[in-house]
């Protein structure tokens, strides 16, 4: 068999052999895009090697792109492309300014020799299923923001279990696989709490909860504060024709709410800061400026890109909860 060379005594797991055959034949050109690899049997009966370990091998330049499968037929030269080690597969819920921190964050820390392809599910069950469903045995790593969707923990068990990460939000369910997240329920208790002296000037917590997109135990969280430290409080699911309550702390997760407080005040002829106040939920550059400062609970988004990095390179299996906090500006 010219393409596959494999060699006892050489050191090297036999598997690995198969796959620095085939990279060596596409470098010299033996092989070409469209071309057909020796089929999974022939390989076997000419090395005496079982059909794990020549699947094994065909499986990593399938994950990273270099071959792919046609069912009853065999494989085939997908890319000539070998230098690519890593092929990740991205799934975010939406683009915005706090997942672009992250993916810049961990394309910086990846390194080279790496495609990242990107995907966003919208929140939408149907379209998180068929992502997954799609991309299946294509990538060495799936890493996965499964934000409070449900029904979808199946689907994410159909894929490779040691090739998983959890990004952003996770849960019980999800416990058994790897992850960098969010402890929204602790974050904005404690957040709050750091606050605490600034708050007790004002008469009320109003937070603006739509919880759609929003973290439920971000709202758990806010409602154990107000009831551990006796502040009043409501929770209202948005913000629209409302007047600006004078002498309320307004907690904002979603920045569209954000824009309509700050407009309403604007009206109402208020004061940010001296007739009330506004806790915003994330960090971005424009808060640090808009109405001469927000105040805010984040976590350190770039911060988690590159610990997601670190956990590609080093393959551990943690559950690691990235830190948050709270950044005083004049809104409070």
């Known amino acids: 068999m010219k393409i596959i060379s494999i060699q006892d005594n ?13 990279e060596k034949a596409i470098d010299e050109e033996k092989l070409v895009k469209g071309d057909r690899l020796p089929s999974v049997n022939k390989v076997c ?24 499968a046609i069912p ?5 030269v997908k890319s000539v492309e070998i230098s690519i080690k890593q092929k990740i597969f991205l799934l975010f819920d939406e683009l915005n300014t ?30 998180f299923q068929k992502l ?11 890493i996965i923001m499964p934000t409070n969707l449900t029904g979808i923990i199946d689907s994410i068990k159909t894929l490779p279990v040691n090739d998983v990460i959890i990004l952003d939000q996770t849960n019980a369910e999800l416990k058994s696989f790897p992850a960098i997240y969010q402890n929204h ?10 606050g605490k002296t600034k708050l007790n000037k004002y008469k009320k917590l109003i937070m603006i909860f739509p919880g759609f997109r929003e973290p439920l ?4 969280g806010f409602e154990n504060f107000c009831s551990e430290y006796d502040f009043d409080y409501e929770v209202i699911n948005e913000f629209s024709d409302n007047d600006i309550k004078i002498g309320g702390v307004y907690i904002i997760p979603n920045d569209r709410d954000l824009v309509r407080v700050i407009e309403k005040a604007r009206e109402q002829n208020l004061k940010l800061g001296t007739d009330f106040g ?3 939920y994330n960090e971005t550059p424009l808060k640090k400026v808009v109405s001469n400062g927000i105040t805010t609970i984040s976590t350190d988004f770039t911060t988690m890109g590159k610990l997601l990095a670190q956990m590609v390179h080093t393959g551990k299996k943690e559950q690691i909860e990235n830190k948050s906090a709270l950044i005083i500006r004049n809104s409070l």
């Open 10 to 22: 050489l050191g090297i797991p036999k598997y690995k052999q198969i796959i620095q055959s085939i």
């Open 45 to 68: 009966l000419a090395f005496s090697l079982s059909r794990d370990t020549v699947l094994l091998g065909y499986d990593d330049l399938k994950k990273r792109g270099i071959i792919y």
């Open 72 to 76: 009853g037929k065999g494989y085939y």
């Open 98 to 127: 706090f997942k672009e921190d992250i993916y810049n964050s961990f394309l910086k820390n990846i390194g080279k020799n790496v495609q990242v392809d990107i995907f966003f599910h919208h929140f939408n069950v149907t379209v």
């Open 132 to 142: 997954l469903n799609d991309s299946n045995g294509n990538y060495t790593k799936y």
């Open 185 to 194: 329920k602790k974050d904005i208790f404690e957040g709050l709490y750091k």
């Open 217 to 220: 135990s971000m709202k758990t």
């Open 278 to 280: 506004i806790i915003s």
